[in-house]
């Protein structure tokens, strides 16, 4: 027998698609908060207002809930927000390419990241996909400022397509079917996240929740009270999370 693990055919049963979450999961900016510095500005040139987006602190939610909650006590409503979508994303990433640079010396990767997603492509178990609150052009420029594109193969969902995080796994997953020609039950699907709202996604769907405790704002304790399938101080021990991963 000299074939490796990844030439088996396993049964579509077997295959486990993971559901990445990116802010405070694959990487974080290196100073906290900063992506004020191209939303504020973006939400003054569309809405003339950043509401009080300068206050807000925010962590696991969309771009669009996050822009939501700060202009609502100015009167627009989710609705006036989604007419607007498409000048929101083009404002975002004026804003953000001229933050962020060519470098990646904004976003700095999380411990063991690059070698858990590394090993992970060699298992044929697993197919990764992002999910995040990010919008969608946000959450590919910041995969390629930290060159961790190639990993994400399968189509995800994305923060600038609702206000409500919950959405976001249902979208996944259908994109997702369609793409393996495969009918993949919810419990075949993990997310992967640092947030009670990454929990919570995954709850609503019906698929598993890894918690990794990297988030600025959570601590391990308030995390465990969301009882997620499995938590992890972070990505760091390659193994322990592909121990983690095989028995969810
Ligand atoms: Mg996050």
């Not at 992506?35 to 009080?52: C, H, S």
């Not at 607007?84 to 083009?90: K, L, Y």
């Not at 699907?189 to 890894?210: E, K």
Request: glycine letters at 6%; a negative charge; proline letters at 5%.
């Amino acid at each position: 027998m000299n074939q490796t693990a990844s030439s088996f055919i396993l049964p579509s049963s077997s295959l486990r698609i993971l559901l990445w979450d990116i802010d405070g999961t694959l990487i974080r900016s290196v100073r906290p908060d900063s992506f004020k510095d191209y939303t504020i500005p973006m939400l003054e040139e569309v809405f003339g207002t950043a509401g009080r987006l300068p206050e807000m602190r925010v962590s696991g939610m969309t771009d669009l809930q996050i822009v939501g909650e700060a202009l609502r006590d100015e009167g627009f409503t989710h609705e006036h927000i989604r007419a607007r979508v498409n000048e929101v994303r083009d404002r975002y990433m004026t804003a953000m390419r001229g933050i962020t640079g060519n470098g990646s010396e904004h976003f700095q990767l999380l411990p063991g990241v690059r070698e858990t997603l590394t090993a992970l492509a060699h298992h044929s178990r697993y197919q990764s996909a992002l999910m995040t609150g990010n919008i969608e052009p946000a959450a590919h420029l910041k995969m390629e400022l930290v060159e961790l594109s190639e990993f994400f193969t399968l189509p995800g969902a994305f923060g600038d397509e609702s206000h409500d995080r919950r959405d976001l796994p249902a979208l996944a997953a259908g994109r997702i079917r369609e793409h393996l020609q495969l009918d993949l039950a919810p419990e075949q699907f993990i997310v992967i996240g640092d947030t009670p709202n990454d929990i919570d996604c995954a709850r609503h769907f019906g698929a598993r929740a890894l918690i990794v405790a990297t988030s600025r704002m959570y601590s391990v304790e308030d995390l465990l009270a969301y009882q997620p399938d499995a938590l992890l101080p972070d990505l760091s021990d390659v193994n322990a999370v592909i121990e983690t991963l095989a028995r969810l």
